[in-house]
């Protein structure tokens, strides 16, 4: 513990680390149509936040899913609110890879700006009970 906080690069504001924190969080899913069902025992994720820079990591796996179609996979409930910039600057996007029960494959994320929410972009129609998902994402916040 360091009374007045620890600077990084400097003294000012900016340079502050003012915020560290550990924790899990429980995700929420939902398809651009049908439903997806999320595995009790695999719907945990956990998160580090070191400033305003938040990294979420865990493994995920459905159990169920009716009727899929559209390109996004909503993966909800993130911690932390991701940051309003100008332009779009506050928005993260990268990869992750998800398990068909044959083939390991590579999809894309995104968490938007004032977005609580990561967006797997897939056919949805490939999604079927047992898949995994291999997840580690980093995003800012403002919060």
Known sequence: YLSGGVYLG?????????HYEEGTFTITGSLTSGTVTFNSSYN???YT?????????????????SSPSGVVIQIGSLPFTCSNLTEGAG?????LSWYDGTNINARSWLIGETQ???????????????????????YFTDD
């Open 10 to 18: 400097g003294t000012g504001a900016a340079n502050k680390l003012d």
């Open 44 to 46: 945990t994720m956990a």
């Open 49 to 65: 936040r070191i400033g305003r820079q938040v990294t979420v990591t865990g493994l995920i796996i459905t159990s169920a899913v």
């Open 91 to 95: 928005s993260s996007g990268g990869g």
């Open 116 to 138: 609580t929410n990561l967006g797997i972009y897939m056919d949805c129609t490939e999604l079927t009970a047992g898949d995994d998902f291999y997840i580690s994402a980093t």
